[in-house]
């Protein structure tokens, strides 16, 4: 098979048809083998219905219902465990992401040799205020810290090589980092094109600001997991030790100044009258329980059952 679409969808139920027919017109007049899948997380509309009537005329439309709103990388999560087809598509339901992309997205997998190609919204017909803006601050700083040099990291429209989706895991939030999980799992050559954004033709959109700031929480949990998360000891045992250090050595000073007092004949000064005295004490505490803390951190992932599962391209 050549291409899976993969379409998460929340209550999209007027689109649905709409998009279904201009999917199956781009793919018949390019001769592609395909399927397409339907996530429906959680919808409460009629979605579900017209996914089963789609599916009940077209074999190649499949479905997947959640009981609940999971959210959108559970949906991700799900699809491409069922992808066959030898590139992976995604896109939204709403009829922003244009299926017109699909043939150009395929051709930089298969002749390019792409293993992730991103779209990117470059002309977008969103609010400016609550949705351009901070898009842009939080692309930028998803580029420092992912070191991946695109432009629209949360943008739906993607193709993978097949390879990628089975062996990356998207969970909580992290659809929006696809990317960054590609190169962690060792795909490093990830493009990006330019593609076209359409208004919102139904309904309504289902993401608010706090996406904005539940990105940042999620982008540093993976920025640090995927630096430290086989190896805790190297991050909070080296701060442990630095601040166990910088205690100690306000204790040295503590110490001296109070000896310096009882030679010259001076007993009054008392220990905890220096700011030096809290200083240490409180610093070798934190640095013991950082230290600590890394400790148990690398009992924990010597008893993970996947400690010494690699990724492997090729054997001979």
């Known amino acids: ?91 939204d339901a709403d009829l922003q992401d244009s299926p017109d992309e699909i043939p150009e997205l395929y051709r930089m997998i298969k002749e390019d040799g792409y293993d992730l190609v991103s779209g990117w919204k470059k002309k977008r017909y969103d609010n400016r205020l609550t949705k351009n803006l901070p898009s842009k601050l939080f692309n930028a700083t998803a580029r420092k810290f992912s070191g991946v040099k695109l432009h629209d990291f949360n943008c739906g429209l993607k193709s993978y090589n097949k390879e990628v989706v089975k062996n990356i895991e998207v969970y909580n939030d992290m659809h929006r980092y696809i990317p960054y999980l590609a190169k962690i799992a060792g795909f490093n050559k990830i493009g990006e094109k330019v593609v076209h954004h359409q208004a919102r033709k139904y309904g309504k959109t289902k993401f608010g600001l706090s996406r904005f700031f539940n990105g940042y929480l999620d982008l540093i949990t993976l920025w640090f997991t995927s630096k430290f998360g086989k190896k805790p000891m190297h991050i909070f ?80």
């Open 237 to 316: 045992g080296l701060l442990g030790s630095a601040m166990f250090f910088i205690g100690f050595v306000s204790l040295i000073v503590v110490l001296v100044a109070k000896l310096m007092s009882i030679i010259n004949g001076d007993l009054r000064p008392l220990v905890a009258n220096s700011p030096y005295f809290y200083i240490s004490l409180t610093a070798m505490i934190i640095g013991t329980q950082l230290f600590l803390a890394g400790f148990i951190g690398e009992l924990i992932t010597r008893n993970a059952p996947n400690r010494n599962r690699y990724k492997i391209e090729r054997e001979i």
């Open 1 to 91: 098979m050549d291409i899976s679409v993969i379409i998460p969808l929340y209550n999209e139920a007027e689109s649905l048809p709409e998009l279904y027919d201009w999917i199956k017109r781009v793919m018949d007049e390019n001769k592609f083998s395909y399927e397409i899948i339907f996530v429906s997380d959680g919808s409460t509309d009629e979605s579900w219905n017209i996914i089963e009537s789609l599916s009940a005329k077209a074999p190649e439309v499949k479905g997947i219902k959640f009981r609940r709103n999971y959210g959108k990388s559970p949906a991700l999560h799900c699809g491409f465990q069922r992808a066959q087809g030898d590139v992976v598509i995604t896109m």
